[in-house]
């Protein structure tokens, strides 16, 4: 048996950095976390897409949560996304009236996702965009992208972030536009066709 001193902080090796998990089905799922746009909002749009891992293969437990403003642009500061009942503890879902801006989906057992949101206004010299997290296995710590929509190419052009990227890399962050009306924005961990994922210092 090896004797390691720990007499000091100086003799002690760092602990080596390693996934944790997942063990998201303990406290992270958010019952109705997809449906981050109050009911019958005439400004919701669909979004769906997949998680992949470096081979293409479908990640079954991946989660991603979403930010985003509303239509004018304007952050919400309401609170209702997690109510819960005063005496229970219990869950009580969304009040379906208040729009929070944040929603939280699992991925299910192929990789996919959805969420139902509004529309979100542009805020500043940026085009629209929704922010995103994302946690899945074998990830050390969790990922941020975005979400542009299609259809808007001159503010595209003119983001601070988008006009830096080139055109492929670029297309990693602008969802696509399907034929039912839904977007689909798939998200990749790594490999050809990788997402662009941002860094905050």
């Given at each position: ?172 962050l602008i969802a696509c536009a399907l034929d039912d009306g839904t977007y689909r924005f798939d998200i990749r961990l790594q490999g050809e066709g990788e997402t662009v994922f941002l860094?905050?210092?």
């Amino acid at each position: 048996m090896t004797k390691i001193d720990t007499s000091s902080p100086e003799k002690v090796l760092p602990t080596p950095s390693h996934t944790v998990g997942p063990f998201y089905g303990y406290a992270l799922p958010f019952p109705g976390g997809e449906d981050i746009a109050p009911t019958g909002h005439p400004e919701t749009i669909t979004l769906r897409g997949r998680v992949l891992d470096g081979a293409g293969a479908p990640l079954p437990d991946a989660f991603i949560e979403l930010w985003g403003p509303d239509p004018r642009g304007e952050l919400p500061r309401v609170d209702g996304s997690m109510r819960r009942d005063p005496s229970s503890g219990g869950f009580l879902g969304r009040n379906g009236v208040e729009f929070t801006g944040w929603g939280r989906v699992q991925t299910d057992a192929k990789g996919h996702w959805y969420a139902r949101t509004l529309r979100p206004g542009a805020r500043g010299s940026s085009a629209p965009y929704l922010s995103v997290c994302v946690f899945a296995r074998g990830l050390l710590t969790h990922l941020f992208t975005r979400i542009y929509l299609p259809g808007d190419e001159a503010a595209h052009a003119a983001d601070p972030l988008l006009s830096r990227l080139a055109p492929a890399r670029r297309d990693t962050l602008i969802a696509c536009a399907l034929d039912d009306g839904t977007y689909r924005f798939d998200i990749r961990l790594q490999g050809e066709g990788e997402t662009v994922f941002l860094e905050f210092r």
